[in-house]
């Protein structure tokens, strides 16, 4: 039997076994999904060939040690320098990301996108914004410190902290904040994300399970919003692809994920 793991801190929220394992179960794949509560990222190489992983998904806060920790990283996530999904090939660690695909995946409701403005600049940040970069989007960054802005710069990007920020006008504003995981923060001061509501279409937030205060306050301003449970589905679907090594069709893995949504 294979073993998949989940590595996060926290990681207690994670509906990522209970999807992985369904799909494991419905396709008849003989493998197993666990989550393991890592604090130090550095460690995370180490636990999981100690573990005897097969595989494993890599969330909050450790997505960028995930992509240092990498024998080889392939794909959209060695432009972005972040991984979310692992991969033991013949003892070697490989890294992807799946997130910002899986993103695509659940705006595709969001019609005539033109302008996005990403509040937060962690991993889940860069990962969105490279792909909304890649889709020709012009986008906007908005964090609380300055530090993690330096990436976005580079790319000539209007990057702001909530001391600096202007709202203009958007099509979409994301949550990629961690503000509202496990806590009732708002991603930024009040007054600054009520002028960023009355100044967008759409809404979204990739924090998924609950509803956070920022899609609570988009909700009550009748802004279309929606949560990260279909990005989860869409990068789970994914990951599953790479864990079960492409021998299900997508569409297999994603109906009988999207059932364990149901539970
Ligand atoms: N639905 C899905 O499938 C999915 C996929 C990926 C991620 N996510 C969610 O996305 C969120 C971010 O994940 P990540 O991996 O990108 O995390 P990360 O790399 O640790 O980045 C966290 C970001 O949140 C900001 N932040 C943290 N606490 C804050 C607060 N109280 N107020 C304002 N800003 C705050 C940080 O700002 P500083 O730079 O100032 O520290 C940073 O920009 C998590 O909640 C995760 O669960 C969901």
């Not at 409701?109 to 937060?120: A, M, T």
């Not at 960054?141 to 330096?150: F, H, M, T």
């Not at 990005?231 to 994920?257: C, P, S």
Request: hydrophobic share 45%; glycine share 8%.
């Amino acid at each position: 039997m294979k073993l998949f793991a989940i590595f996060g801190d926290p990681v207690a929220h994670s509906r990522s076994p209970l999807m992985h394992n369904y799909v494991f179960s419905r396709l008849r794949f003989d493998a197993c999904y666990t989550r393991i509560h890592l604090t130090d990222g550095s460690k995370l190489k180490e636990t999981f060939f100690a573990l005897g992983l097969s595989g494993a998904n890599v969330t909050v806060p450790h997505k960028e040690a995930a992509f240092l920790a990498c024998d080889e990283v392939r794909g959209f996530a060695k432009e972005i320098g972040v991984v979310n999904t692992l991969i033991n090939e013949n003892g070697k660690l490989i890294g992807y990301n799946t997130d910002a695909d899986g993103f695509m995946f659940a705006i595709e409701e969001f019609n005539n996108l033109k302008k996005i403005l990403i509040l937060g600049a962690g991993g889940t940040a860069k990962a969105l914004f490279r792909r909304f970069l890649q889709e020709g989007l012009a986008v906007e960054v908005l964090n609380r410190s300055k530090g993690n802005l330096a990436y976005f710069k580079e790319f000539a990007t209007p990057c702001h902290t909530w001391e600096s920020f202007t709202p203009s006008s958007y099509d979409l504003v994301v949550n990629t904040t961690s503000a509202g995981l496990k806590d009732d923060h708002l991603p930024a001061p009040r007054e600054i994300i009520e002028s960023v509501l009355a100044n967008t279409r759409y809404a979204a937030d990739a924090i998924y399970g609950k509803v956070t205060p920022f899609l609570a306050l988009a909700c009550e301003k009748n802004i279309p919003a929606k949560d990260g449970a279909d990005m989860l589905l869409g990068q789970g679907v994914l990951a599953n692809d790479y864990f079960t090594q492409h021998r299900f069709d997508q569409e297999r893995i994603k109906e009988a994920m999207a059932q364990s949504f149901l539970f």
